[in-house]
């Protein structure tokens, strides 16, 4: 099942999901996914771990927006940049020089009051999904590489924390149309990657359930990575038990050498991984009700760039 | 750890001279159930008292050991328990979770100077959100719920296993960081035009002229700045006990009783932040012990005779399919079927397992005791699970 609305249709996909999950590579995977479907991308690092530019084989991306692939543009945030940003489009402010004292100590008032840090993140996402939207933008569409399921509440939740602490000032009369955008189904989803394993989809529940009573955030699609393939169906896996009696091990092994126990024993763990991950799928499953896209397991070492168009290819079979 | 002419290093000898174990790694990496792991192994040996304090225990894990009700206090898992799983014991096995809301109350009880200011403290908004979100909040609760269970003196071992952190190193700088935050001259900056101007409620006139306070009036209002100084003079009065608990938590970490190990996958990612938080470690100057090695693929995947085996039974060399058929009363296309499946689920978890060496192969510089725990299908589930895991950090290699 396809995400709804679609994914394309969108203007500001966000992804998140708890640590370890693959959020920085379904990100990624989508941003290319939707460039080799036309659109322009401004790919946006939270976590400014610099993932997002090695899954594209680039150098470190900065603050402002590096073409790392065609048809996408990536920039790591920076609540510094984005400060002085903000003060020079907003309140011309014009910051000069250093402003290394200022942020830090923007930044110490900002460890304490609600939001304020999380704004700074919010609002360059958002100012640059406005400019797409109007057109001014060299994107048609951001795909934010967030930060994880622990913390992302926060973010989604800066603009109305806010609203709700800050009685007059620019800031407060900002964070109305940064809610327009950020809690509008039509252009933005905040879609949450998980794996078949039981704390990442404990995770995932609990965040969905956070999100719909203490966010107006509309939901995407929960992106499940890594996800085995079937090894055998149901008829098949009574046919490979029996064939694992001790007569018919004799059998094989005088055919081959003892070796093809290993072989045996590879595909008895293969059929166990698969089935303890199919129960916590089928938790998943059962517990939520939104969009699944199912992203298959990647066998060998794949990384870089080639990483990447695998899993576009994978979330386009699913999307389209 | 060094080794010596007395045999390989071990978990075991390594543990046997330490009373703190801090895990740490990269999320997903399975960090909870190996600190666990690590603490009931340690629990094995006569007489030992080991605790565990983990942050945030998968639900299995934690019934496992018959945790659901545990809060900030620490619990014996019971004797029961462990047996019902057919673990046996000769040490005392204990539990705790990590509540960080209740250790930050408890840091402020103890270090206002007086019960009215904690309280004010306590009640106040932004405390709240301080202690909710503060940078490494939680790794500095960590530490320092460590550090006074550790000075309790109840435990022969404590086993600590670390949230998950942006960034490794950031929880090693906690305590550092915490000490500078309250000591900090950008505390003192920021509360200033309040105390000149005297004390609470007092208006920031006189600092108008200041950039900071221009800009930041300008955005965010003067109540709200006002609502965030004022609390900041009241946390600046638990400064001393605040900064020198700091230290001496970042003293314990150093301390040559608590060593560290770092848990990982066999992939590129997490293991990249375990290679980086090994050189932190070591340039920090903090006993780096262990490298776990976590769900690791069997060996047999690299044998070359099964590789070979896998190769000719996808083939179906020797027409096995037609005897096994036979043999069976199955039908000869479904057999070739499912060897041709067993063939091909070899070699590709074959291909994972090549992966896995090789980036074993490239591993830098790793510390003396590197133990390594099997892929394994099933979740931990009990006592039993945990004991299999421990079977494999401790053995000798």
């Known amino acids: ?65 590096t073409r790392v692939h065609a048809g996408i543009d990536a920039l790591a945030m920076d609540t510094e940049q984005s400060l002085r940003e903000y003060l020079k489009l907003n309140l011309r402010i014009p910051v000069v020089g250093r402003i290394g004292p200022l942020a830090k100590m923007f930044d110490f008032v900002a460890t304490a009051a609600p939001g304020v840090k999380e704004i700074l993140t919010l609002g360059k996402i958002a100012w640059e999904v406005r400019e797409a939207i109007a057109g001014r933008a060299a994107h048609d569409i951001v795909i934010v590489d967030a930060v994880a399921s622990g913390h992302v509440l926060a973010h989604l939740n800066a603009a109305r924390t806010i609203r709700d602490l800050v009685d007059v000032g620019p800031l407060r009369t900002q964070t109305d149309w940064m809610i327009d955008i950020l809690e509008d189904p039509a252009l933005t989803s905040i879609n949450i990657v998980t794996t078949p394993e039981e704390m990442p989809v404990a995770e995932t529940i609990e965040l969905i359930q956070r999100v719909r009573s203490a966010s107006r955030a509309p939901l995407g699609s ?36 003892s070796a093809i126990i290993d072989v045996f024993e590879g595909a008895r763990l293969a059929v166990d991984l698969r089935r303890s991950r199919a ?42 | 750890m060094r080794r010596d002419g007395h045999g390989e290093a071990t978990l075991d000898r390594l543990l046997s001279a330490q009373e703190i174990v801090v895990c740490c790694g990269s999320g997903g990496v399975g960090k909870t159930s190996v600190a666990a792991s690590i603490a009931l192994g340690a629990a094995r040996r006569p007489g030992v008292k080991v605790l565990v304090l983990t942050v945030d225990p998968a639900k299995r894990l934690a019934t496992a050991l018959g945790l659901q009700a545990l809060g900030n206090t620490e619990a014996r898992i019971s004797a029961e328990v462990l047996a019902e799983s057919g673990v046996v014991l000769r040490g005392e096995l204990w539990a705790a979770m990590l509540d960080t809301k209740q250790s930050w109350d408890a840091l402020v009880l103890r270090h206002a100077p007086d019960e009215t200011t904690a309280y004010r403290i306590l009640n106040n908004r932004l405390y709240h959100n301080l202690t909710a979100r ?86 965010l209002g003067s109540t709200f700045l006002q609502e965030i100084a004022e609390f900041f003079l009241n946390f600046q ?38 290679e980086l938080f090994c050189v932190e470690l070591r340039k920090r100057q903090y006993l780096l012990g262990a490298l776990v090695l976590n769900r690791v693929l069997p060996e047999t995947f690299l044998s070359e005779h099964s590789q070979a085996a896998a190769v000719a039974l996808g083939n179906d060399e020797g027409a096995i399919a037609e005897s096994l058929a036979a043999a069976n009363d199955l039908d000869t296309a479904t057999v ?19 992966h896995e060496r090789a980036l074993r192969d490239q591993l830098r510089d790793p510390p003396s005791v590197v133990a390594t725990v099997p892929n394994r299908a099933a979740d931990i589930a009990d006592a039993s699970g945990l004991a299999w895991i421990a079977d494999h950090l401790f053995a000798r290699t």
């Open chain 1, 222 to 257: 929960v992106v499940v990575n890594r996800v085995l393939p079937e090894l055998f169906t149901r008829d098949d896996e009574v046919v490979f038990e029996t064939l694992r009696n001790p007569s018919s091990q004799r059998l094989v092994v005088d055919e081959f050498g």
């Open chain 2, 134 to 219: 503060f940078v490494q909040s939680h790794d500095y609760i960590a530490m320092e719920r460590l550090y006074e269970l550790h000075a309790s003196g109840r435990y022969d071992l404590i086993v600590i296993d670390t949230p998950p952190t942006r960034n490794a190193v950031d929880f090693l700088e906690a305590p550092q960081r915490m000490a500078e935050f309250f000591g900090g001259r950008l505390l003192r900056w920021l509360t200033l035009p309040y105390r000149v101007g005297g004390g609470r409620g007092a208006r920031m006139v006189n600092v108008a002229s200041r950039p900071f306070y221009q800009i930041a009036d300008r955005l």
């Open chain 1, 1 to 65: 099942m396809g995400p709804t609305p679609s994914w394309l249709d969108q203007r500001l996909l966000v992804f998140t999901g708890k640590g370890g999950t693959g959020k920085s590579t379904i990100a990624a995977a989508t941003a290319l996914f939707a460039a080799n479907h036309g659109k322009r991308v401004l790919l946006v690092d939270v976590d400014a771990k610099q993932s997002v530019a090695s899954l594209f084989e680039h150098a470190a991306v900065d603050f402002s927006a």
């Open chain 1, 279 to 320: 129960e916590h799928l089928d938790h998943l499953r059962a517990s939520i009700d939104m969009p699944t896209i199912f992203v298959p397991y990647q066998f060998g070492s794949l990384h870089g760039l080639r990483m990447t168009t695998v899993i576009a290819q994978a979330i386009s079979d699913e999307v389209l």
């Open chain 2, 237 to 274: 009065s638990m400064y001393d006990g605040f900064v020198q608990r700091a230290n001496a938590v970042e003293a314990l970490l150093h301390d040559r009783r608590t060593t560290f190990a770092v848990v990982s996958t066999l992939e590129s990612a997490p293991l990249r932040e375990a």
């Open chain 2, 336 to 354: 070739r079927r499912v060897l041709g499946s067993v063939a091909q689920s070899f070699e590709r978890f074959g291909a994972v397992a090549q």
